[in-house]
């Protein structure tokens, strides 16, 4: 909740969003700078809000194919978050976030799909290997990512 200018409190409107954790060998994590102007630039991994009607399963299959170029099944889901923040159109929302993981063979997107707000706000993309993760100088989103995918591939049978 906030409270107005005239002190009526409000409620944040619940922004559901898909996010995706596209894994490179090495491994590397895939995230987007995001430079909106009067605000500290930041990295998000891909993905974006759904559309109404839509899955959190469906919406990271979209959102998987316009920011990264890759049709793909996302695997399982294998995180929730539940931040509170203002969108870069400046509508303050309580989100609901899901992740997947989507591994590639190779470093390689495609960004010609990207909406026209995208491509004036997330003016570059970067692999990371996950070491980087902890002293970037710039922010980083979501807070404890190379956690999140550490616990994924503890979990895995890599033999």
């Known amino acids: 909740m906030t409270t107005g200018a005239n002190g009526a409190v409000t409620r944040k409107r619940l ?26 630039p930041f990295w998000v991994t891909a993905g974006g809000e759904c559309e109404p009607g839509e899955s959190f399963e469906e919406a ?19 995180a929730r978050t539940t931040p509170e923040f203002v969108t870069p159109e400046g509508e303050p929302v309580r989100a609901d976030e899901r992740y997947f993981i989507v591994r590639v063979a190779e470093a390689a997107i495609d960004t010609s799909r990207h909406t026209a707000l995208e491509q004036a706000w997330m003016n570059e993309h970067r692999w990371f290997a996950l070491d980087e993760l902890d002293d970037w100088p710039e922010a980083l989103y979501p807070e404890g990512l190379r956690a999140m995918i550490e616990a994924r591939l503890a979990g895995e049978d890599l033999g």
């Open 60 to 78: 990271a299959r979209r959102e998987l194919l316009e920011e990264t170029g890759i049709a793909a099944d996302p695997g399982p889901q294998i």
């Open 15 to 40: 922004r559901r969003s898909a996010r995706l954790v596209v894994l490179a060998p090495g491994p590397m994590v895939l995230m987007f700078r995001y430079d909106i102007p009067g605000r500290e």
